[in-house]
């Protein structure tokens, strides 16, 4: 059975201009034989953090918000049309 799978990081105050950090994430669709990435994103942060812990915080919401959420309506569809 395939899974739904997202990885998420962030770079802690990677811009040395302005020390806002860089969110990454990427879902990708997995199963036993596979692994087909869905989407990604890359994203600079709008505010600046003050510890690895809360940038990868901010990371996670904000895949989650614009890649995880979504997709989970579309897994949904899927399985609804081909009865999975």
Known sequence: MCKIHMFVDASFAGDLQDSKSTTG???A???PNTW???T???KKQ???SHSSTEAEIISLEAALR???LPLLHLWET???VFNL
């Open 36 to 38: 087909v990435p869905i």
């Open 78 to 80: 899927v399985i609804e």
């Open 29 to 31: 669709l997995a199963g």
């Open 46 to 48: 709008g505010a600046v």
């Open 66 to 68: 614009m890649e995880g």
């Open 25 to 27: 994430a990427i879902v």
């Open 40 to 42: 990604w994103m890359c």
